[in-house]
């Protein structure tokens, strides 16, 4: 089942938090993506209270794959550190449009990377049927360049904003290489494609979530 939860959550429900946390600094920072830290929780400054945060929870509330949405007028990735990525006259920054972000799963690896997973897939499915709900028009993210077959193949709706561009020095560096912007118009038909790719979604329910049985 996937869970959802916002930033204003965080008292309510601060084992999942800090759960997610660690899950994503096994990932990101164990896994060599980012530079170790001391702390280890990995939480960055678009972990804020309009976060919306996708939890896919077994049934001892551990988490095999998480995910976060953020509205991009606020809190947008693309539009702060990567605005080249936009190259199609889109606006970085739209009320109806969110962003995707630090989605990840079990065992350590990124939704967003060209080695995704098809069972990540319907966290994103979870994703857009929040944004149908809540009357978001589009749903961007930045992913690997390699990866953009796979995601025409989720579905043909997949709409590149711009061409590739290298980060921390391309390729040819140690944790560089080549990404670019898409997004997914919130539409039935992607919703459709996706959980045709998929095999069906587990389910979404709102918050509260349960907490962590010990």
């Known amino acids: 089942m996937i869970f959802v939860l916002n930033g204003r959550d965080?008292?309510?429900?601060?084992?999942?938090?800090?759960?997610?946390?660690?899950?994503?600094?096994?990932?990101?920072v164990r896994g060599g993506e980012w530079p170790a830290a001391a702390d280890v929780l990995a939480v960055d400054r678009y972990d804020d209270d309009d976060a919306v945060y996708f939890l896919d929870l077994d049934d001892e509330s551990r988490i095999r794959a998480s995910g976060r949405i953020t509205p991009t007028v606020t809190s947008s990735l693309i539009a702060d550190c990567f605005p080249q990525l936009i190259e199609n006259r889109q606006a970085r920054r739209a009320p109806a449009t969110y962003e995707c972000n630090r989605a990840v799963a079990w065992p350590a690896e990124p939704v967003l990377h060209a080695r995704h997973r098809i069972a990540t897939f319907p966290l994103i499915a979870a994703m857009l049927e929040w944004c149908a709900a809540h009357d978001v028009a589009y749903l961007q993210t930045m992913i690997e360049t390699v990866a953009l077959s796979r995601y025409l193949e989720l579905t043909p709706l997949t709409q590149p904003m711009g061409l590739s561009h290298p980060y921390g020095g391309g390729r040819a560096c140690p944790g560089g290489g080549e990404?670019?912007?898409?997004?997914?118009?919130?539409?039935?038909?992607v919703l459709a494609d996706l959980r045709r790719y998929a095999g069906g979604t587990p389910g979404v329910t709102a918050a509260p979530a349960p907490g962590r049985r010990h």
């Open 179 to 189: 990404c670019m912007a898409i997004r997914w118009p919130v539409c039935s038909e």
């Open 10 to 28: 965080r008292g309510a429900h601060p084992e999942l938090f800090e759960q997610q946390f660690r899950f994503r600094y096994e990932v990101f």
